[in-house]
């Protein structure tokens, strides 16, 4: 099973681009990388997905270099309801379990 | 994206009694579900897969008599504390994966469960 390792906590204001790295060594070859942002007491929320390269939706942006073994998310512009904990997971192939760890807890400041 | 519900979003509960979870998928189908716990402060711990119409897989250390899980059909999985005690008072999330994209899981509210 792939690892993840990211850092435990960062801070950030209002405004600012964020960028959280996550490394993952031990990726195979068919995962993929996927982002959740969680707010206390509720669900994951699926934040964005990639496999190599970059990908954009209207949140993030996702950056994977070419050997795959860590990937950034990027925040653009954070705002207060930014704060939360973000997971980087990877995918397990054919087995479809992803292992959460510890997540980026994310504090944004006025 | 898919949307997925749980019911209920909260419940307390006597020592020694059952509680029910349900977990939906409102608006997809999906084959394979799963069952996540997390205490306060802590990551979220896969507790089982659930497999539509076969047994659902534990990971190592979950009681599969303790917490039961019954997926019937493609939007439904159900997952049952038996004889709950305190230690089992968690936050209890499912999360669904859509078939029809690879490898994006979407993961329900979560449900709260206290036992006194």
């Known amino acids: 099973l792939a690892k993840t390792t990211q850092p435990i906590s960062m801070d950030s204001y209002e405004g600012q681009e964020v960028n959280i790295t996550c490394s993952h060594n031990?990726?195979?070859?068919?995962?993929?990388i996927t982002w959740y942002q969680q707010f206390p007491s509720q669900g994951p929320r699926f934040i964005i997905q990639g496999y190599k390269t970059k990908v954009t939706n209207e949140v993030a942006s996702l950056f994977i270099p070419a050997d795959r073994k860590s990937s950034t998310l990027s925040l653009p512009r954070v705002s207060l309801s930014d704060t939360a904990v973000y997971y980087c997971l990877v995918g397990v192939a054919n087995t479809d379990k992803l292992i959460f760890g510890t997540g980026t807890r994310l504090q944004v400041f006025p | 994206g898919a949307v997925v519900s749980q019911h209920p979003s909260w419940v307390i509960c006597k020592s020694g009694t059952s509680v029910k979870i349900e977990c939906r998928s409102l608006?997809?189908?999906?084959?394979?579900m799963f069952w996540y716990r997390q205490f306060p402060k802590q990551s979220l711990m896969l507790m089982a897969t659930?497999?539509?119409?076969?047994?659902?897989?534990?990971e190592q250390g979950v009681e599969k008599d303790k917490f039961l899980i019954n997926h019937a059909s493609l939007t439904l999985s159900t997952l049952t504390v038996t004889s709950a005690h305190p230690e089992d008072s968690s936050f209890y999330i499912c999360?669904?994966?859509?078939?029809?994209?690879?490898?994006?899981?979407?993961f329900g509210p979560g449900t709260r469960l206290l036992v006194l």
């Open positions: 999360s669904a994966r859509d078939s029809g994209l690879q490898e994006t899981q979407y």
């Open positions: 608006d997809f189908q999906a084959t394979t």
């Open positions: 031990n990726i195979a070859t068919n995962d993929y």
């Open positions: 659930s497999n539509e119409g076969s047994k659902a897989t534990y």
